[in-house]
């Protein structure tokens, strides 16, 4: 398919506009043919991309997987792959796909040795709509826009008062019934409003007063004193998290050692259990908090309370989180969401779980970007567990056709 592609540039952004002639003949709908020649397509948005729409222009499904078996179903055959959704570092996790005779909008993964086992999902009910829910998602993150009044604003209020607006935004346009996509976006990225940015306790994030306690409940809450710190542990915003917050003794992928309260650094927990231990240069510098899946142990720098997880089976540090605040962040927003997700009968997880975990990731790249910084080597606990669960999911998915 060949196409000419305009890019408009206004005063802030850039939109993709096409020609009539670029529509004929698959997108036979009125007011989608409108909108692709008129306000056209945002060319910068945190939520989608249309990168490939101003490269390629359109194509059909059956021309990007090359199924010359025949083996796609007749509803996705025809198809248009207009765009993607963005995961953390701004990567495509799902094609966009409009459905040029309806004018509706729906995301497919694609299988290109399988392409009999892929599906659709819905995503918006027009162009119009899709583009207005993207802008309000990224308004949100950028706390601009609609959402300018929460710059400052922080905490359990905030976070309930933003996941309502972005709601409502989503349900009045689509009767009450927004694409799964929409309805977890509004549950979980307001999430990051939780904590604030201030620095006032010396830690990237200051955590709302009990806000642990509320969550886990204070009795499996494990709080440390002065005599638990090893003399290697000087870094003094992270003792006192420790003391005043503590952690939970079982986060969920994360379980804090408890059968002796004392903390021991790395080099300590080693020679104990095997002395033999390849340690990484200055073990006796890192506090072992607890372990994490398999043969990983999560530690803390005592000097400059950087959150990192030490691979056994690979003798290599990775960079986990900022620091003890934000590790704290994270075991609640994963507690968090396991709570709505049940509030909403499992409405979250039922066949969306992928969508689940990027938005999981973004929220977390948000407060916290070790996941998505340079340096890290590819290599992130958290943002691995997520991607890994996501392709399970597609997995059993399709091996249950």
């Known amino acids: ?105 729906s995301t497919t993964h694609f299988l290109h040795d399988r392409p009999d086992l892929m599906d659709r999902r819905p995503l918006a009910p027009s162009l ?14 950028g706390l601009r826009g609609q959402f300018a009044s929460y710059v400052g604003r922080y905490g359990p209020k905030a976070v309930a008062e933003a996941s309502r607006h972005l709601l409502s935004v989503f349900e009045e346009a689509t009767d009450g019934e927004p694409a799964p996509f929409w309805r977890m976006a509004a549950l979980i990225r307001p999430l990051a409003l939780v904590a604030g940015r201030a620095g006032a306790s010396g830690l990237a994030l200051d955590l709302p007063p009990r806000l642990l306690d509320e969550e886990f409940g204070r009795r499996r809450m494990v709080r440390f004193e002065d005599v638990d710190f090893p003399g290697a542990l000087r870094h003094e915003p992270t003792r006192r998290f420790l003391r005043e917050v503590g952690l939970p003794e079982d986060g969920f992928l994360f379980t804090l050692d408890t059968d002796d309260v004392s903390l021991p650094t790395l080099a300590e927990y080693y020679a104990d259990i095997d002395a033999s231990a390849e340690l990484p240069v200055g073990a006796g510098h890192l506090i072992r908090l607890g372990h994490l899946v398999e043969d990983h142990s999560l530690v803390v720098d005592g000097s400059t309370g950087a959150v990192l997880n030490w691979s056994e089976s690979e003798a290599r540090l990775f960079p986990l989180n900022t620091d003890i605040s934000t590790l704290a ?8 969401e396991q709570t709505i997700d049940e509030e909403s009968g499992h409405a979250l997880t039922a066949d969306t779980y992928d969508q689940l975990a990027m938005t999981m990731l973004q929220v977390l790249s948000t407060v916290d970007p070790t996941g998505t910084e340079a340096g890290t080597d590819g290599r992130h606990y958290w943002t691995q567990v997520f991607q890994d669960e996501a392709c399970g999911a597609l997995e059993s998915v399709g091996g249950a056709r």
């Open 1 to 105: 398919m060949s196409t000419t592609i305009t890019t408009h540039i206004g005063d802030t952004a850039t939109s993709i506009v096409l020609t009539e002639a670029d529509l004929d003949p698959y997108v036979t709908h009125a007011s989608t043919r409108r909108w692709l020649t008129g306000p056209g397509l945002p060319g910068d948005n945190g939520v989608l991309s249309f990168a490939g729409l101003g490269r390629d222009g359109l194509r059909r499904v059956a021309d990007s997987t090359g199924d010359a078996d025949d083996r796609l179903t007749a509803e996705l055959r025809d198809q248009l792959v207009i765009g993607g959704l963005l995961g953390p570092g701004g990567l495509e996790t799902e094609s966009v796909l409009l459905d040029g005779a309806t004018g509706e909008i």
């Open 329 to 336: 962040f994270t075991l609640w927003l994963l507690h968090r």
């Open 128 to 141: 119009h709509t899709l583009v207005r829910f993207a802008e309000a998602t990224d308004e949100l993150a």
